[in-house]
């Protein structure tokens, strides 16, 4: 589920180094979002352990 971020973000700096500017921003934007939407769920999620 982390991957997804990561290759947005690489897409991000990919668009941003061959000066599509406007593309890579929103793509940045959007990894952004979806770091945080991960974040929320893993830091609110149960941890189910069994010893």
Known sequence: MMT???LT????????W??????AIILFV???LL???VA???ITNELN???
Do not use: D, E, M, T
């Open 4 to 6: 997804l971020p990561f």
């Open 9 to 16: 973000f690489a897409l991000a700096f990919w668009l941003g």
């Open 18 to 23: 061959k000066n599509r500017r406007k593309p």
């Open 30 to 32: 959007v990894s952004i």
């Open 35 to 37: 770091v945080i939407v």
């Open 40 to 42: 929320k769920y893993h």
């Open 49 to 51: 352990l069994q010893f």
